[in-house]
């Protein structure tokens, strides 16, 4: 019975996961309509709980993660930091959210500095692993811890590795692949942002 409840849950799992990978690629194959994003109840850097109607009025760009990752999440929020210093004055507009998938090892303090050291715009958010597990869901994003070796404490989690741009009012725009620069996004967000004066980056 367990078996077969949690095969039907993976299967589900990977339905949405394709749905969505079709969606964010541009491609019409997605047959039921999926949303991305939704209401969510997180902790913040500080350890103030927040929930999504915090970040009303920003343009978001939503990344999940975990300070442990090698390569994917390191890449991706170097990529943010320099959308953001791209954008100039047009970045107070938009606020970056990297949601840990790893909440067991990822406090409030220890996802601050992390993402402090991309850019201190940039907001962490933890939260226990039932809050994590519904927003990842909600955003059709898929993770999975692995054990490295003998010690429990040393795994490193798969995860999808979308970055979302969702609107001022939380409406899922579009996503942006591992392939995305900095400058993708910082075009991509000021093309839906409106005309602003453009601000030279050498
Ligand atoms: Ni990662």
Redesign the pocket.
């Known amino acids: 019975m367990m078996a077969n409840a949690e095969r039907r849950r993976s299967r589900a799992t990977v339905r949405v996961a394709i749905a969505l990978a079709a969606m964010l690629l541009g491609g019409a194959a997605a047959s039921a309509p999926v949303t991305v994003g939704g209401p969510f109840t997180l902790t913040d850097g500080d350890g103030t709980v927040v929930t999504e109607a915090r970040f009303r009025g920003k343009w978001l760009l939503v990344y999940f ?2 300070t442990h ?1 090698p390569v ?2 390191p890449t991706a929020l170097l990529e943010v930091a320099d959308a953001l210093h791209r954008l100039g004055d047009a970045a107070a507009a938009v606020q970056p959210l990297f949601i840990t998938v790893d909440p067991e090892r990822d406090t409030a303090a220890t996802l601050r500095d992390y993402v402090g050291s991309f850019d201190p715009r940039i907001v962490g958010l933890t939260g226990t692993a039932e809050q994590i597990d519904r927003v990842a869901r909600a955003y059709g994003v898929v993770y999975e811890a692995h054990r490295r070796g003998p010690d429990d404490r040393d795994y490193v989690v798969d ?1 999808s ?1 979308y970055i979302y741009l969702m609107d001022p009012a939380g409406n899922f725009v579009r996503g942006f692949d591992a392939e995305a620069t900095g400058a993708d996004i910082a075009a991509a967000l000021r093309a839906r942002m409106g005309s602003r004066p453009a601000t030279t980056v050498p």
Do not use: E
């Open positions: 993660g975990f990752c994917a999440c995860h590795t």
